[in-house]
């Protein structure tokens, strides 16, 4: 009966972290600029490093990051990068990826390149992401301030529902925008590696204007590129306004920054740890009082005491029937061990950091050594590490 129980908790937690849309939720991480492209961090399999943002592109990495992400499931691949930028050799697949808590996907598809003087070296990046990572949430780039807001399931607030527009949908999640060119309308690619405005086969009407949703662009720059298949706008468009990409109604915002105002966000305050209680915590807990896995590569766990962390959800009958179990460990160890507990569904980078697949799922911490990790409700087991493993 357990494994049964534990059998729905893993395929309910897939599920549930795929959907991504329970929760209401918004974030705003700050992006690096390199060279005039995006990079953002990602975490993979438990493992950081920065990526280049290309919506319109193939999620690919080189290939001297396949042992450290644990890509899986390597093969053969007919895939070709857009435009031919750079060569794929082959593809596998990532089990966990997350963009900060609301962007994550399990068994993600993943393209790898060999190519040794391809612009990713150039850059100092572990790849690139397109825009399938982000179809399950708003992404919006705001490219005045270097910051990207994800949010769940609508637009920031200070984006007006007046700026807005449909918007088709590649295979690949590239966003194809509506344009106004030279008083002629036109799908364009929007695509986050092209630095310029609008790049085209061939020139586009005789004028020279550019209007997006309400926002005319003054004197816009049309490069001619004969090997474009498709006519794109590129990062250009941002220096003009601030761009939202709901790809869930197939919709897209573009607001001058002179209508935006962009609050902000209040900083998060740590919680109050009470020994004896099972405390809820959030990453920046967790980084706070227990590891500093941005900036710590070895596990060294801070404070006095051993920790016990609890990842569980509300959805998942295991987790709810050991909860119980738990605040009466977390009693009777009250000045000996240090209880957590983690929401699995809010709180995606850490389980994507740790490679939590399955609920629920503990880590038993000693003061010093590595994490013993575990998976299902077993309380008695569960003793037995705290008083042979911890004390």
């Given at each position: 009966?357990?494994?049964?129980?534990?059998?729905?908790?893993?395929?309910?937690?897939?599920?549930?972290?795929?959907?991504?849309?329970?929760?209401?939720?918004?974030?705003?991480?700050?992006?690096?600029?390199?060279?005039?492209?995006?990079?953002?961090?990602?975490?993979?399999?438990?493992?950081?490093?920065p990526f280049l943002l290309d919506l319109a592109g193939k999620t690919l990495i080189l290939d001297e990051f396949v042992d450290k992400f644990k890509i899986v499931d390597l093969r053969e691949t007919s895939d070709k990068y857009p435009n031919n930028k750079i060569e794929i050799d082959k593809g596998g697949i990532i089990k966990t990826i997350s963009f900060g808590n609301n962007v994550f996907a399990n068994e993600y598809k993943v393209n790898i390149t060999k190519d040794k003087e391809n612009i990713i070296r150039k850059l100092g990046v572990a790849g690139i992401v397109n825009g399938t990572l982000f179809k399950n949430c708003v992404l919006t780039i705001d490219k005045k301030n270097k910051r990207?807001?994800?949010?769940?399931?609508?637009?920031?607030?200070?984006?007006?529902?007046?700026?807005?527009?449909?918007?088709?949908?590649?295979?690949?999640?590239?966003?194809?925008?509506?344009?106004?060119?030279?008083?002629?309308?036109?799908?364009?690619?929007?695509?986050?590696?092209?630095?310029?405005?609008?790049?085209?086969?061939?020139?586009?009407?005789?004028?020279?204007?550019?209007?997006?949703?309400?926002?005319?662009?003054?004197?816009?720059?049309?490069?001619?590129?004969?090997?474009?298949?498709?006519?794109?706008?590129?990062?250009?468009?941002?220096?003009?306004?601030?761009?939202?990409?709901?790809?869930?109604?197939?919709?897209?915002?573009?607001?001058?920054?002179?209508?935006?105002?962009?609050?902000?966000?209040?900083?998060?305050?740590?919680?109050?740890?009470?020994?004896?209680?099972?405390?809820?915590?959030?990453?920046?807990?967790?980084?706070?009082?227990?590891?500093?896995?941005?900036?710590?590569?070895?596990?060294?766990?801070?404070?006095?005491?051993?920790?016990?962390?609890?990842?569980?959800?509300?959805?998942?009958?295991?987790?709810?029937?050991?909860?119980?179990?738990?605040?009466?460990?977390?009693?009777?160890?009250?000045?000996?061990?240090?209880?957590?507990?983690?929401?699995?569904?809010?709180?995606?980078?850490?389980?994507?950091?740790?490679?939590?697949?399955?609920?629920?799922?503990?880590?038993?911490?000693?003061?010093?050594?590595?994490?013993?990790?575990?998976?299902?409700?077993?309380?008695?087991?569960?003793?037995?590490?705290?008083?042979?493993?911890?004390?």
């Amino acid at each position: 009966m357990k494994k049964i129980l534990l059998l729905i908790s893993i395929f309910l937690f897939a599920a549930v972290l795929s959907a991504q849309v329970q929760n209401s939720s918004t974030e705003v991480i700050n992006y690096k600029e390199k060279d005039g492209f995006i990079i953002i961090d990602l975490t993979i399999n438990g493992s950081v490093a920065p990526f280049l943002l290309d919506l319109a592109g193939k999620t690919l990495i080189l290939d001297e990051f396949v042992d450290k992400f644990k890509i899986v499931d390597l093969r053969e691949t007919s895939d070709k990068y857009p435009n031919n930028k750079i060569e794929i050799d082959k593809g596998g697949i990532i089990k966990t990826i997350s963009f900060g808590n609301n962007v994550f996907a399990n068994e993600y598809k993943v393209n790898i390149t060999k190519d040794k003087e391809n612009i990713i070296r150039k850059l100092g990046v572990a790849g690139i992401v397109n825009g399938t990572l982000f179809k399950n949430c708003v992404l919006t780039i705001d490219k005045k301030n270097k910051r990207i807001t994800t949010s769940i399931p609508y637009r920031p607030g200070y984006i007006s529902i007046k700026e807005r527009d449909k918007i088709v949908l590649t295979p690949e999640n590239g966003v194809m925008l509506n344009g106004e060119i030279n008083g002629q309308q036109y799908k364009l690619l929007f695509d986050t590696w092209e630095k310029g405005l609008v790049t085209s086969s061939h020139k586009m009407g005789n004028g020279n204007s550019l209007k997006m949703i309400n926002v005319n662009i003054p004197d816009p720059k049309i490069d001619i590129k004969k090997n474009v298949v498709l006519p794109t706008i590129g990062l250009g468009l941002l220096d003009h306004g601030i761009i939202s990409i709901d790809y869930l109604r197939s919709t897209f915002y573009f607001q001058s920054h002179d209508k935006t105002i962009v609050k902000e966000e209040a900083k998060q305050t740590l919680s109050t740890i009470v020994p004896g209680k099972m405390n809820s915590i959030t990453r920046d807990d967790f980084i706070h009082y227990i590891f500093d896995y941005k900036n710590e590569s070895e596990f060294v766990l801070k404070g006095d005491k051993p920790v016990v962390i609890d990842f569980w959800a509300s959805w998942c009958i295991p987790c709810m029937r050991m909860m119980p179990e738990m605040e009466k460990m977390a009693e009777k160890y009250k000045d000996k061990v240090i209880f957590y507990k983690v929401n699995a569904d809010k709180e995606k980078e850490l389980c994507a950091m740790f490679n939590v697949l399955a609920l629920p799922t503990l880590f038993f911490i000693p003061k010093n050594g590595a994490p013993i990790v575990e998976v299902g409700a077993l309380p008695e087991k569960y003793i037995e590490i705290i008083e042979t493993k911890l004390l």
